[in-house]
């Protein structure tokens, strides 16, 4: 039998659930919340210069926040921690601009690490005699599977033939040269 246009209502779908604005109906006949949201979310920047040793690997210092929705960011530790309720599928965005002040940077790279262990690794060389011609940034991201109390950091290693290497930082959050960017993926 096929019904008239507009002749079927709710009582005769037998809908469970709750009906109202904010949802719904599925197709398994029940009533469903639409969306979610991506929290914890989190920017993170460096509001100043920070100088590193050649060639080695080092945390980067994104001290400074546009927003952190749950205080999963600690500014004075740079690291990112999954709060209480809060596991689940996890988009990692990272760039920090590197200088070597003598335009002879031979490598740039970034890690992502997990939990004190590196999970996507980023590099970019230089010409093997003169490095790059001039500073700049170097990016990359992840989508990571996080548990609760799982932690995130970023470090970075700077090789250059000569001079003091840096990762630029600005003060004013509309500047940012070196950012740290995560939030939770809606599954």
Known sequence: VSPPNGSVGLSQLSATGTKD????????????????DNTPAV????N??????????????????IYD???AFDTSTYRFT???GKAGKYFIYTSIYMYGNNNDERLRAI???????IVRRFEAFGDSGTGFS?????????VLNLSVGDYIEIFGKLD???GTPSFYGASAATNRYTILEIFKLVE
Do not use: C, H, M
């Open 21 to 36: 604005a904010t949802t719904f109906l599925r197709g398994d006949n029940t009533f469903a919340v639409a969306g979610g």
């Open 43 to 46: 920017s993170a920047y460096s």
């Open 48 to 65: 100043a210069n920070q100088t590193v040793t050649d060639n080695t690997s080092t945390k980067v210092a994104f001290n400074a926040e």
């Open 69 to 71: 929705t749950d205080s």
């Open 82 to 84: 999954v709060p209480s």
């Open 111 to 117: 890690d992502i690490q997990l939990n004190g262990g």
């Open 134 to 142: 001039n500073g700049g940034n170097i990016s990359g991201g992840a």
């Open 160 to 162: 250059v033939n000569s």
